[in-house]
């Protein structure tokens, strides 16, 4: 997630009026809360507004590139019909554990495949078996200096009118800042460059959270 963009109070309001969050995305929500690496977690607006956009697009099949203790994937999974399939990619099973049961407890893992392994390894295996074209919407967030490579192969694996949403791409405001050159910040300000000069795609980019890209394949 970053840092959010708003100050606390207006933050801390809005996830007051999120109504359709459920009891186990809330707890889950908690747990992560006073995890080390707390600050991964999406917040519960970006997960109300995922589960809005898959439930609108009427996805099936959908994709996500790091997923961490699972709270991204209960918001897309949950907005799937039943026999969708979100599958889910990560390289960690100690943080997956801790999804995997919050997934089942929510009655969603038969909708999810967990697949731990490099996030690209697993991408170009389903471009490989032929599955371009058949996914509805991808969520992308992992180390941000493979965002580039996981956008070009989601892009392929879209269909026409599929949905690609990014996070953290302002950074906590780093990608506006000359100073900052770090391989993450630079990384983030170079894709935001080219999805908005893609004549592949339609793009948006939300201020929600630590910056929400949402990209339409054309």
Same mark, same amino acid.
């Given at each position: 997630?970053?840092?959010?963009?708003?100050?606390?109070?207006?933050?801390?309001?809005?996830t007051?009026?999120?109504?359709?969050e459920?009891?186990v995305?809330?707890?889950?929500?908690d747990?992560?809360?006073?995890?080390?690496?707390?600050?991964?977690?999406?917040s519960?607006?970006?997960?109300?507004?995922?589960?809005?956009?898959?439930?609108?697009?009427?996805a099936?099949?959908?994709?996500?590139i790091?997923?961490?203790?699972g709270?991204?994937?209960?918001?897309?999974a949950?907005?799937?019909?039943?026999?969708g399939?979100?599958?889910?990619c990560?390289i960690?099973?100690?943080?997956? @554990? &801790?999804?995997?049961?919050? /997934?089942?407890? %929510?009655?969603? +893992?038969?909708?999810?495949?967990?697949?731990?392994?490099? !996030? *690209?390894?697993?991408l170009?295996g389903?471009?490989?078996?032929?599955?371009?074209?058949?996914?509805?919407?991808?969520?992308?967030?992992?180390?941000?200096t493979?965002?580039?490579a996981?956008?070009?192969?989601?892009?392929?694996?879209?269909?026409?009118?599929?949905?690609? @949403? &990014?996070?953290?791409?302002? /950074?906590?405001? %780093?990608?506006? +800042?000359?100073?900052r050159?770090?391989?993450d910040?630079? !990384? *983030?300000?170079?894709?935001?460059?080219?999805?908005?000069?893609?004549?592949?795609?339609?793009?948006?980019?939300?201020?929600?959270?630590?910056?929400?890209m949402?990209?339409?394949?054309?």
């Amino acid at each position: 997630m970053g840092r959010p963009l708003l100050a606390e109070p207006i933050t801390d309001y809005v996830t007051s009026l999120i109504a359709t969050e459920t009891d186990v995305q809330r707890r889950l929500r908690d747990e992560t809360a006073k995890h080390p690496f707390a600050m991964m977690q999406i917040s519960a607006d970006q997960g109300t507004f995922l589960s809005l956009i898959v439930a609108a697009i009427k996805a099936t099949n959908a994709i996500e590139i790091g997923t961490f203790t699972g709270y991204s994937a209960l918001a897309i999974a949950r907005a799937l019909p039943k026999n969708g399939k979100l599958i889910c990619c990560d390289i960690s099973e100690e943080w997956t @554990a &801790i999804a995997q049961r919050y /997934w089942k407890e %929510a009655q969603l +893992d038969k909708r999810i495949e967990l697949k731990i392994a490099p !996030a *690209l390894e697993t991408l170009e295996g389903l471009i490989g078996k032929g599955r371009d074209g058949t996914f509805d919407f991808a969520f992308i967030d992992a180390d941000k200096t493979g965002y580039d490579a996981y956008y070009e192969a989601c892009l392929k694996l879209l269909r026409p009118n599929g949905l690609i @949403a &990014i996070d953290n791409v302002l /950074w906590s405001g %780093a990608v506006a +800042d000359a100073s900052r050159t770090d391989a993450d910040t630079e !990384a *983030l300000r170079a894709l935001n460059t080219k999805i908005s000069n893609d004549a592949r795609v339609d793009c948006s980019l939300l201020t929600i959270g630590d910056g929400l890209m949402l990209v339409r394949k054309r």
